[in-house]
């Protein structure tokens, strides 16, 4: 089945200590997307990218790197810069910027 | 950025309900979009409806693109335990910069106890 997987589901991390979010999807996507989801709060848009190669800050970029060299691929690195790295993350993929996306089921990471 | 206005914020329903939710904006949209998210899970795309005045069903689910654009609703007619989670809807502005999609903050439905 074409989807999205998002691992782990489940992630700690130490003070001072870089994650890497794994995102992958098998639809053939061109645009994928990372967003923070708070407790009882909407998405909050990290980084998204149009096309392999390319990406773009979205409105909480600080703290957060990506990169896009596969176009199956978004990785998504929570940096030691990012002071408050508590929250869910959803990887999500379009067909092309704009286009109803398409949502993995998220990791949870949080603070040891 | 654009901002999305979603409400009400959370509402009860209990079996048999019809509930209804909408999202306003003050910019026009071309494009609308419902998701709901289950606890512990991505969203899910519901409906989606790309001309104003659309009505577009998907089982018990009826949303409505607005006449003027800058609103859409979402309606459950005779709610089921099931319906409980968070619905978010989603928008894209006409000539918006990087052509990205806007979410709103979410409709928490949860059940009366």
């Known amino acids: 089945d074409g989807g999205i997987t998002q691992s782990p589901k489940y992630l700690f991390r130490k003070e001072g200590q870089n994650v890497t979010l794994s995102c992958e999807q098998n639809?053939?996507?061109?645009?994928m997307y990372w967003y923070r989801q708070d407790p009882g709060q909407g998405l909050r848009l990290i980084y998204y990218?149009?096309?392999?190669?390319?990406?773009q800050k979205g409105d909480i970029a600080e703290g957060y790197s990506v990169s896009r060299e596969k176009k199956e691929s978004f990785p998504l690195t929570v940096t030691s810069a990012q002071k408050n790295p508590t929250a869910f993350y959803l990887c999500a993929s379009s067909t092309d910027l704009g286009q109803p996306q398409h949502f993995g089921d998220g990791t949870r990471l949080s603070i040891l | 950025g654009q901002q999305l206005n979603q409400s009400p914020q959370s509402m009860f329903i209990q079996e048999g309900e019809d509930v209804s939710m909408n999202c306003t904006s003050s910019?026009?949209?071309?494009?609308w979009l419902w998701y709901k998210q289950d606890p512990g899970e991505g969203p899910v795309l519901l409906i989606a409806?790309?001309?104003?005045?659309e009505l577009t069903s998907n089982g018990r689910l009826t949303a409505q693109f607005g006449i003027t654009r800058k609103d859409s609703f979402l309606n459950i007619s005779a709610s089921i335990p099931s319906d409980v989670g968070i619905y978010f809807c989603?928008?894209?502005?006409?000539?918006?910069?990087?052509?990205?999609?806007?979410f709103g903050g979410g409709t928490r439905v949860l059940v009366k106890p």
């Open positions: 409806l790309y001309k104003a005045g």
């Open positions: 989603a928008g894209r502005v006409i000539k918006a910069a990087g052509n990205k999609l806007t």
């Open positions: 639809l053939n996507h061109d645009a």
């Open positions: 990218s149009q096309i392999v190669n390319d990406f």
């Open positions: 910019s026009i949209f071309n494009t």
